[in-house]
């Protein structure tokens, strides 16, 4: 079942912060982020795994709550380079398979 | 290095002609998937491979569609028959570089399929 991403869209200015949702109806076994420009495909940015950890690079970070089946991907001091669709992606109940169900997508615009 | 590539990019075809979508995984990833990306959405799974093996192919919308990966490498999606509704992007992803464990994807640039 795909999971309910929220909000669908954010307009920020550049060096606000932001935090995209994931949300599954089913367990987990981890969660994976993309982002994906306009014309181009998506690009991976993290995987979280069972376990709540959070992970992150530069100023993206998410984390994982198993046991309510939730990602959040939080941007901090957004950069022009951010805006573009988010989607989480989950995949499996006990491990890793690869095959991937996407949410819809968040739609984030960043402003000078 | 190379990343993911696939062919045509765009392909324009008559209701009921068959197509072929071929992908180029980047070398040495053992996995293989297959998506189906309408505008403004996410990618729909379809099917994906491990080595020559396909593993799953759930997402596959009927029996028109099938795919294939014969020597554990390029991949070809083929749709029979093809009708207007079939009409998108589709795009193939790989991951997981033999001997690891790791399934972040890197996903091609797509073949737009128009079915007139």
């Known amino acids: 079942q795909q999971p309910v991403q929220s909000p669908q869209a954010v307009i920020l200015r550049e060096g606000e912060d932001a935090v995209i949702n994931c949300s599954s109806s089913k367990a987990l076994y981890s969660v994976h982020w993309y982002r994906q420009k306009h014309g181009e495909a998506p690009v991976f940015l993290m995987i979280l795994l069972k376990g709540g950890e959070q992970k992150g690079h530069d100023k993206i970070s998410a984390s994982f709550n198993e046991k309510k089946q939730q990602s959040s991907l939080y941007l901090t001091a957004s950069q022009l380079s951010y805006s573009g669709t988010y989607f989480c992606?989950?995949?499996?109940?006990?491990?890793?398979?690869?095959?991937?169900?996407f949410g819809q997508g968040t739609t984030l615009q960043v402003k000078p | 290095g190379a990343g993911v590539s696939q062919s045509p990019r765009y392909k324009v075809t008559k209701r009921g002609q068959d197509v072929a979508l071929r992908c180029d995984p980047i070398?040495?990833?053992?996995?293989l998937y297959w998506y189906r990306q309408a505008l403004g959405q996410g990618p729909e799974f379809l099917t994906y491979?491990?080595?020559?093996?396909?593993?799953?192919k759930s997402g596959l919308p009927n029996d028109r569609f099938s795919a294939e990966r014969p020597e554990g490498s390029i991949s070809t999606l083929t749709i029979q028959r093809t009708e207007q509704r079939d009409s998108a992007m589709y795009r193939c992803?790989?991951?997981?570089?033999?001997?690891?464990?790791?399934?972040?994807?890197?996903f091609g640039p797509g073949t737009r399929l128009t079915v007139t």
């Open positions: 992803a790989s991951s997981t570089p033999s001997g690891t464990n790791t399934y972040e994807q890197y």
């Open positions: 070398s040495g990833h053992v996995s």
């Open positions: 491979f491990n080595y020559e093996a396909q593993q799953d």
């Open positions: 992606g989950t995949d499996g109940l006990s491990s890793n398979t690869g095959k991937l169900i």
